[in-house]
Nanobody, 114 residues
Framework: VQLQASGGGLVQPGGSLRLSCAASGKIFGGNVMGWYRQTPGKQRELVADILNNGAANYADSVKGRSTIARDNAKTTMYLQMSNLKPEDTAVYYC?????????WGQGTQVTVSS
């Protein structure tokens, strides 16, 4: 399984951004896809994840400002983030968990700065 993340960039505080993650390879049903983020010196943290039935879970820090979605036909996941804050600055990683095996995509940098 390979994951390709895209959509990061530089955005001003209060702005919006959409991240995408495309999965390819042998993927079984019942999997979970998620977005994580990491800043230097800190552990990678969950931003949001979503089951393939659409049930989603959000970190408190992004709840109400972010929406995670997935297109099962295309095995693609999205994270729409709005009202971005400087503390959202991080490298964002997508992850797919499938039958107890975890796959990570390469990170995409999100920088929130004026």
């Amino acid at each position: 399984v390979q994951l390709q993340a895209s959509g990061g960039g530089l955005v001003q505080p209060g702005g919006s951004l959409r991240l995408s993650c495309a999965a390819s390879g042998k993927i079984f049903g019942g999997n979970v896809m998620g977005w994580y983020r990491q800043t230097p010196g800190k552990q990678r943290e969950l931003v949001a994840d979503i089951l393939n039935n659409g049930a989603a879970n959000y970190a408190d820090s992004v709840k109400g400002r972010s929406t995670i979605a997935r297109d099962n036909a295309k095995t693609t996941m999205y994270l729409q983030m709005s009202n971005l804050k400087p503390e959202d600055t991080a490298v964002y990683y997508c992850k797919l968990s499938n039958r107890g095996v975890h796959f990570w995509g390469q990170g995409t940098q999100v920088t929130v700065s004026s």
